[in-house]
DNA sequence: GGGCGGGCGGGAG
DNA sequence: ACTCCCGCCCGCC
């Protein structure tokens, strides 16, 4: 049998063996509040990484709410927490985590996958569904994307709220999709400027002097000044004009060199 | 421009 | 194992 739950310490202390706090963490998770950046947060961890996180406004700002809902998903207590993971608060104000660890266990292999894509997106920028499945290896698998962020159990920390609709709107969110909008504009995404250019079928942004097409959101399309900007309405039309994908947003998969 | 069917992974029988 | 069925989708009619 594997202890778990709050049995350990009890077996623990028949054997007369004083449970030590690196086995606990090993088995019990620790929860705490962060009040930090746009969306504070409640999170659980262990020492194999952050495995849980809601935001407060999501659990009513309820310490035992968030508790259920982690029993729930794990079928495991927590604790209070006796340190902050590193990098956690960082990641909270800055919207990278690239630094932080992760225990993505439960998740299967495809699932971690989406969520590994969803992680490398930078705040203030946004790609669609059918992006990360791409990226994935599996271009058709966009609304198997969508369900497996559905699933992030870490969301804000692994930001699947940069993933939106193929017209730039911000989709479906556990949160609401309000919170999904209003976590994009938190993070300076020109929400109603993607949405203006929707409306003209514009999907994608190129440089003429440069010769790059970005996504709209990606960082090098907002250098580009007005004169030199030109719309596309996909990828693929950009190319046919002899524009190249962005290295850093990669809105269509570069021929790979052999 | 809204509705509709195709597509896909995962979970419940 | 197989079959449904559902879901932060997408593009066409």
Redesign the pocket.
């Known amino acids: 049998m594997t202890p778990t739950g709050p049995g350990l310490e009890r077996d623990l202390a028949a054997l007369r063996i004083p449970p030590s706090a690196s086995l606990l963490d090993r088995v019990v998770s620790q929860w705490l509040r962060v009040d930090e950046g746009p969306a504070p947060v409640f999170v659980t961890f262990t020492e194999r990484g952050i495995d849980f996180v809601r935001t407060t406004a999501s659990v009513g700002g309820r310490a035992e709410v968030f508790l259920e809902a982690y029993r729930r998903r794990f079928d495991r207590p927590a604790r209070p927490a006796t340190r902050t993971p590193p990098g956690l608060v960082g990641a909270l104000r800055t919207g990278r985590s690239s630094t932080l660890r992760f225990d993505l266990g439960?998740?299967?292999?495809?699932?971690r996958d989406v969520l590994t894509a969803a992680l490398g997106i930078p705040p203030g920028e946004t790609r669609?569904?059918?992006?990360v499945?791409r990226e994935v290896g599996?271009p058709?698998?966009?609304?198997?994307?969508?369900?497996?962020?559905?699933?992030?159990p870490v969301?804000i920390l692994i930001p699947?709220?940069r993933?939106?609709?193929?017209?730039g709107?911000?989709?479906?969110?556990?949160?609401g999709t309000e919170a999904?909008d209003a976590l994009l504009r938190a993070e300076d995404v020109d929400v109603d400027a993607v949405a203006a250019m929707a409306?003209r079928r514009v999907f994608y942004v190129g440089s003429v002097t440069t010769r790059i097409v970005c996504f709209p959101t990606c960082r090098h399309a907002r250098r580009i000044a007005d004169r030199n900007r030109t719309g596309f309405r996909?990828a693929a039309e950009a190319v046919a004009a002899g524009y190249r994908p962005c290295r850093h947003c990669r809105p269509e998969a570069t021929a790979v060199g052999g």
């Open positions: 439960g998740l299967t292999p495809f699932e669609p569904y059918h992006w499945a599996r058709a698998a966009v609304r198997a994307v969508g369900t497996a962020l559905g699933h992030n969301p699947c709220h993933v939106t609709r193929a017209d709107s911000p989709g479906g969110y556990a949160f999904k409306r996909s």
